[in-house]
C-alpha cells in the first residue's frame, strides 16, 4: 500500500534531498510563500516501496526492492522517469520527484512530480533477467500508476524497451475493453509501440536548444567553443550531436568508465559508435587519450554539461572549474555549495528543471498523441518542442533580471508561483 508521508522538513534533508530543499526554501522565502501552501510542498504526498521476487537465469530467485515516490499532483497526473542505479533509495527518489514537480510546473504542463527505480545494476543482468525484473515490478506498482494518475518515463539505465514492457504487462492487468485506453500509462516508448518521434532525443535537444538560447542572449556563436560531456548515454550523446552540428567542439567526455580527451576536438558519432561497440564504455577510443577523473571538471573550455548523476559538481571541484557556463543535463548535478562558489566566480547555470525540461516536453506530447489517437511526424514534434522551450527559457531568463537572481531562483520561483495559484483558487480540502 501507498502511505502518507508525515515527516518534518528536518527529517527530510539528507543528501540530493538537502539539495532540493534548500533550493525551495530560498525561492519560497523571496516570493513569501504561503506558509501554509509551503507545508504542503516541502513533503511528499505518497511514498511506496516494493519487495518483490525474480527468478535468474541460473533458477536461483532474487528480491529486489522499488521505489515510486509521489510528490505533488494539484496540476495534474504524477509524472516523472523510473532508473534502475544502485543509489536509488528513497531518499533519492523523494529529491527527484520534488525535482520533477517544479520541472513540469515551470513548463507549464498538467503534471505532477513523481520519481522512482529499482536499486540494481543492470550491467549484472542479462536482458531476460531484466525483461523479468521490469515486469515484476510493475506488477508490484500496480494500480498507483496510470495513465491519468502516474505516467512512469525512461530515466538512467532504462529505455523505450523498458517502457514498452512495463506497458505491455499494465495492459495485460486490465479488460480486453480497456486495454486500448491505457497506451498512456508510460511515455518514452518505441515508436512502433506507440511512442513518439522524436522523444528519443528530446531531452539532448532541450538541453542543446537552452545552450543556444543562453549563447543568443549573450550574443555569443557557439561555433568552435570548446564543451565536455559528464555522461554519454541517451541525453549526453544527443545533446553533443546537436552542439556539433552548431559547430562548437567536443573536447572531453567522463562516463562511469574514465575520462579522455582531445583538445583538437573528439567525433560525436565516432565516439558513440565505439561506445556501442563496447558495451557502453569510453575507454580505449583511439581518437582521444585517458585523463585522470579528478582533472575533469577543471579541464580549459567553455561549457559543462552534466548528464550523469546528482551531486557531481561540489564545493570540492567547483573552484577548479573554468568554464562560463554550465549546463545541467542530469538531475541535481550541481549541489547547493557549489553553486554558490560558480555564481561567486561569475560562471552562470542552466538548471536542470529548465534545461533538460526537454524529456518530459516531449513526453507530453507522446502522452496527448495517445490520449487522442494522433500521430505527429519528427518535425512537427521538434517544431512544438523549441517553442515551448523557448517559452520556458525567456520566462526564467526575465524573471532572473527582474527579481535579480539567479537563473535557478527565478525557474523556482515561476514553478511555486503556479503552484500557489492553484492551491490559492481551488482551496485545500476538506
Not at 502516474?150 to 532504462?158: K, Q, R
Request: hydrophobic share 40%.
Amino acid at each position: 500500500m501507498i502511505t502518507k508521508t508525515h515527516k518534518n522538513k528536518k527529517v527530510l534533508k539528507q543528501g540530493m534531498l538537502d539539495n532540493v530543499m534548500r533550493q525551495f526554501d530560498n525561492a519560497a522565502d523571496i516570493i513569501g510563500l504561503n506558509p501554509n501552501i509551503r507545508k504542503i510542498l516541502e513533503v511528499t504526498n505518497n511514498e511506496l516501496v516494493v519487495h518483490f521476487p525474480v527468478r535468474m537465469d541460473n533458477g536461483e530467485v532474487e528480491v529486489f526492492t522499488g521505489y515510486r515516490v509521489q510528490h505533488n499532483n494539484s496540476l495534474g497526473p504524477y509524472k516523472g522517469g523510473l532508473r534502475y542505479h544502485p543509489t536509488v533509495d528513497i531518499d533519492a527518489a523523494r529529491a527527484l520527484a520534488m525535482w520533477m514537480t517544479w520541472k513540469t510546473s515551470l513548463a507549464g504542463l498538467p503534471y505532477g512530480g513523481a520519481k522512482g527505480g529499482i536499486q540494481l545494476d543492470p550491467n549484472k543482468y542479462s536482458i531476460a533477467e531484466l525483461e523479468r525484473i521490469t515486469r515484476r515490478f510493475t506488477y508490484a506498482l500496480g494500480d498507483n500508476i496510470g495513465p491519468e494518475l502516474d505516467i512512469p518515463a525512461p530515466d538512467v539505465n532504462t529505455s523505450s524497451q523498458t517502457m514498452a514492457w512495463i506497458l505491455d504487462t499494465y495492459m495485460s492487468t486490465k479488460s480486453p475493453n480497456e486495454r486500448s485506453k491505457n497506451m498512456h500509462v508510460v511515455t518514452g516508448k518505441p515508436v512502433g509501440a506507440g511512442g513518439s518521434e522524436g522523444r528519443d532525443r528530446a531531452t539532448g535537444f532541450g538541453v542543446f536548444l537552452t545552450i543556444k538560447f543562453w549563447a543568443e542572449s549573450k550574443n555569443i556563436d557557439l561555433k568552435n567553443k570548446k564543451y565536455i560531456v559528464q555522461g554519454f548515454g541517451n541525453v549526453g550523446y544527443w545533446t553533443a550531436h546537436f552542439l556539433e552540428e552548431e559547430g562548437a567542439k567536443l573536447i572531453a567526455v567522463q562516463d562511469a568508465y574514465g575520462s579522455i580527451i582531445n583538445e583538437n576536438g573528439i567525433s560525436v558519432e565516432s565516439l558513440l559508435a565505439y561506445s556501442k561497440a563496447n558495451k557502453g564504455s569510453i575507454l580505449g577510443y583511439n581518437g582521444a587519450e585517458k585523463i585522470d577523473n579528478t582533472e575533469f571538471f577543471g579541464l580549459d573550455c567553455d561549457i559543462i554539461i552534466p548528464a550523469a548523476l546528482g551531486n557531481q559538481i561540489t564545493a570540492k571541484n567547483a573552484p577548479y572549474i573554468k568554464a562560463r557556463l554550465i549546463a545541467e543535463g542530469a538531475n541535481g548535478p550541481t549541489d547547493v555549495e557549489a553553486e554558490k562558489i560558480l555564481l561567486k566566480k561569475g560562471i552562470e547555470i542552466i538548471p536542470d528543471i529548465l534545461c533538460n525540461s526537454g524529456g518530459v516536453i516531449g513526453s507530453y506530447f507522446e502522452w496527448l498523441q495517445n490520449r487522442n489517437g494522433e500521430i505527429w511526424q519528427l518535425d512537427e514534434v521538434m517544431q512544438k518542442l523549441e517553442k515551448k522551450l523557448k517559452e520556458s527559457f525567456t520566462k526564467v531568463m526575465l524573471t532572473s533580471i527582474e527579481r535579480d537572481v539567479d537563473m535557478r531562483t527565478a525557474a523556482f520561483i515561476i514553478a511555486i508561483e503556479r503552484l500557489e495559484e492553484a492551491y490559492t483558487q481551488r482551496g485545500i480540502f476538506p
